[in-house]
């Protein structure tokens, strides 16, 4: 059974920077599209990075702020997060992905673990 720990969140200022971690256990990890996704308050859930085969893949609204990597050793995905914003404020999730085609949506596989919450104070 396929298991996410996401783990590294917590209260930064504007501007600063947070490294999340994703421990994924329970399946061949290398072998895995991963994606992080976030849930602010009253929204719905969002996918902000993907790492796949293909390379990374970025929302507009984290591009160029946000790099998401892989540790095939650790079975982790961390999410570097730069230059964070208020709007950035969620809990944040990962999750093995899926598309049925390139230039489809990515879709999440799996059940969703705990979250780790980020809080960005302006």
């Known amino acids: 059974q396929v298991q996410f720990v996401e783990s590294g969140g917590g209260l930064v200022q504007a501007g600063g920077s947070l490294r999340l971690s994703c421990t994924v256990s329970?399946?061949?990890?290398?072998?895995?599209?991963i994606g992080w996704y976030r849930q602010a308050p009253g929204k719905q859930r969002e996918l902000v990075a993907v790492?796949?085969?293909?390379?990374?893949n970025y929302a507009d609204s984290v591009q160029g702020r946000f790099t998401i990597s892989r540790d095939n050793v650790m079975n982790t995905v961390p999410l570097q997060m730069n230059s964070l914003k208020p709007e950035d404020t969620a809990v944040y999730y990962c999750?093995?992905?899926?598309?049925?085609?390139?230039?489809?949506?990515?879709?999440?596989?799996?059940?969703w673990g705990q979250g780790t919450q980020v809080t960005v104070s302006s």
């Open positions: 999750n093995t992905v899926a598309r049925i085609s390139d230039g489809a949506a990515w879709l999440p596989l799996r059940a």
């Open positions: 790492i796949s085969d293909g390379g990374t």
């Open positions: 329970g399946s061949t990890f290398k072998l895995k599209d």
